[in-house]
């Protein structure tokens, strides 16, 4: 009993560990199928981790924090969509040059607002998301198997969990059973194709870059109000390029994307839950534990998951022919 429970408590951090990275493989899927390379991930989290938890700690409201952590991922968006979608120029540059400015002016602004070294004050009270239990869920905790599996594992999670998984239906659903989600995939294989038809291309692009946008806010507001209680420097911690080699992982599909988040968050959990693990008098030290996702991410990107091959017109600037 006491290794089921020890299981369910892995599964339970691995849940609240994947949050991020599904909002976030969610966000560059929309933006990927529609043709636009997102490398921005991991600064748009990060400029919504420092608004969401800055706004949240002046005002006392989480909600306003959210909102505003929302904004300053689409900002981060429409610099990304007008670089890339309106002047036509490199999309992976253009998101690493997000990802700098987002580093940067994350913790100077915090410094020169807060003066606390980069940081946020903690948030407590109303500036932070809280559990949401589920009913009965104290009253079953008791029974066995079936109570900690759904006191512990399903209930007592943030609203923005539940939103996160919730959007793996909703994505799977607008991508490949509306009209929209039709012409976004269209957009990504034959723009030319879709201009003939007399649909916007450069509309389509835009729309999936701020869908990006939005998720994105939602991932940084949930690591710095949820998942944590706080702005701190580099907080995504490269969550954002996890996220991406999530996507590849998933070869693009939304079902596959939320396992491959999992996995994910399971090494990550593992890596929080065992320190200094021995296998037969070898101890494994806590260093090579937390490196374990990193690791897989450059097992992936190297190709070791078959050939992902991505949306076709993926990372080309659409010319409209005269």
Not at 35 to 43: A, N, T, V, Y
Not at 149 to 156: D, H, N, T, V
Request: hydrophobic residues 55%; charged residues 10%; proline residues 4%.
């Amino acid at each position: 009993m006491e290794l089921f429970l020890t299981i369910v408590q892995v599964l339970d951090s691995t849940i609240r560990l994947a949050t991020p990275l599904l909002l976030a493989c969610l966000a560059g899927l929309y933006s990927e199928r529609a043709g636009i390379f997102d490398i921005g991930l991991e600064g748009k989290m990060l400029m919504a981790a420092f608004f969401s938890a800055a706004v949240a700690a002046v005002t006392g409201s989480v909600w306003l924090g959210l909102l505003a952590g929302i904004a300053s991922s689409l900002a981060l968006s429409g610099l990304h969509g007008l670089a890339s979608i309106t002047f036509r120029g490199n999309q992976l540059i253009s998101g690493v040059a997000i990802n700098f400015l987002a580093a940067g002016m994350t913790v100077l602004v915090a410094q020169d607002w807060f003066q606390q070294g980069g940081r946020t004050p903690s948030l407590f009270g109303g500036g932070r998301f809280e559990p949401i239990n589920f009913p009965f869920a104290e009253a079953l905790s008791g029974v066995p198997i079936i109570g900690p599996i759904y006191a512990e594992l399903l209930s007592g999670h943030s609203i923005l969990v539940y939103v996160a998984f919730l959007m793996v239906p909703a994505t799977w659903w607008v991508l490949f059973r509306t009209r929209f989600g039709l012409r976004l995939r269209a957009v990504g294989e034959n723009p030319a194709a879709v201009d003939t038809a007399g649909v916007s291309v450069v509309g389509l692009r835009y729309a999936a870059v701020a869908i990006c946008g939005v998720l994105c806010g939602i991932a940084g507001a949930y690591l710095a109000t949820a998942l944590q209680a706080g702005f701190v420097k580099d907080m995504t911690a490269g969550r954002g390029f996890i996220a991406l080699a999530a996507l590849i992982f998933a070869k693009w599909r939304p079902w596959h994307a939320m396992w491959a988040c999992l996995l994910f968050g399971l090494l990550q959990a593992v890596a929080l839950r065992f320190q200094n693990i021995d296998l037969g008098g070898i101890i494994i030290p806590v260093q090579v534990m937390d490196a374990l996702p990193y690791i897989l991410t450059v097992v992936i990107l190297a190709g070791f998951v078959g050939k992902a091959v991505p949306p076709r017109a993926g990372g080309e600037p659409y010319v409209k022919e005269r």
